[in-house]
């Protein structure tokens, strides 16, 4: 083969590899933390038969951990027997290729089993069980390479289990342990070695999982607790700025970022929360209201504006600047909800149901929906789908227990 011809072969398929993995999602609500997917050229309305079904794989174990997706690889966890593992599938047809121990099952009510999602790092995957054991294990072969415990950090296991998507951001790990010796805490990424403790920022942990911003010349962590907005210092965890929040019970969403602004919400009538960070990290607060109460399935920004669910309301559209309402519909139930190619990709956690609707401010417009079969058997009584969908690569994965489902949108 000529050589000419070779360099031609060889940009074709380097053009193929950073085509595929441009749609990865390696982590908690996709690559920038927002539940926002980049890909174009998907679906804008689904057959009335629903979608076709790329598989199904029926041994994930119980809980409602999410997806990570990269290199052909999907990352989530379960619990098989008294085991909480972490898991990795092939992407092209479903197949387990290892599961890696994490810890006991943390038992309750709403269902046993691991809630966060997993972290995809080059060649590392970082994972939080439901007890507070933080694992890394090598991508290709499930070696767990180290291991560390919430406890050791002075936390305390939330009354749900410990849900956070742990962040890596440069050369660290970071996570919520929460308590007296620091809420927050950076490891190395390599060997799991402390490289600094929140002293000054010391709210228990809740459910959040933290997002990063670059703000008035400093890298920032921003998390949500129970207590508090905050800005973390990336370089030693001192705290740049911080701001009240009445949460009750569960605080769950995650913040978003956009322009110096900081928008948070969670449930159990609380509602939502606007702040600005000015020059020299003077806060304040722009609106608080209850237009959006989203209990734990996530709201998404999409230009302007927010769409996500509020519990009372139903599905909403609120402006992300001004805090008010743009429109509200009660045409589909609470759940979840991610966004790609102009599209809203909602679940409805109560009957497993998932609808197609465009992200539009002038009101609720579905375009397609389809209802999730089997189901499982073995969810409790006072669990549901929780699990958030995501859409990867053309498709669209969600789970309920044990099964997880892959579906074609392209």
Known sequence: MRPKRLLTLAALCLFLQLSVDAGDWPQWRGPSRNDVSLETGLLKSWPTKGLKQAWLFKDAGIGYSGFSISKGRLFTMGARADQELLIALDTKDGHELWATPMGGVYPNNWGDGPRGTPTVDGNYVFSLAA????????????????????????GK????????????????????????????????????????????????????????????????????????????????????????????????????YKDGHVYVTSGYSVGCKLVKIDAGNQVSDVYVNKVIKNHHGGVVLVGGHLYGHSDGAGWVCQDFLTGQE????????????SYADGMLYCLDEGSGTVVLAEASTKGWSEKGRFTLTPQTTLRKRDGRVWTHPVISNGRLYLRDQELIFAFEVK
């Open 131 to 154: 007890k507070g054991g933080l694992i890394a294990a090598d991508v290709a072969t499930g070696k767990t390479l180290w291991k560390v415990e919430a406890k050791d950090f002075g």
């Open 157 to 256: 296991v939330p009354d749900w289990g410990y849900c956070e998507s742990v962040l890596t951001d440069g050369d660290h790990v970071i996570f919520t342990p929460g308590g007296a010796k620091g809420a927050v805490v950076a490891l190395h990424k390599m060997t799991g070695k402390l490289a600094w403790q929140s002293k000054d920022f010391t709210d228990d942990a809740h459910y959040s999982s933290i997002i990063t911003a670059d703000l008035n010349g400093a890298h920032q962590l921003i998390q949500l607790t129970a207590k508090s907005i905050v800005g973390l210092n990336s370089k030693d965890g001192a705290v740049l700025w911080k701001s009240d929040w009445q949460g009750k019970v569960a605080v769950i969403p995650t913040p978003i």
């Open 326 to 337: 743009v429109w509200s519909s009660k045409a589909f139930g609470k759940g979840a909800v």
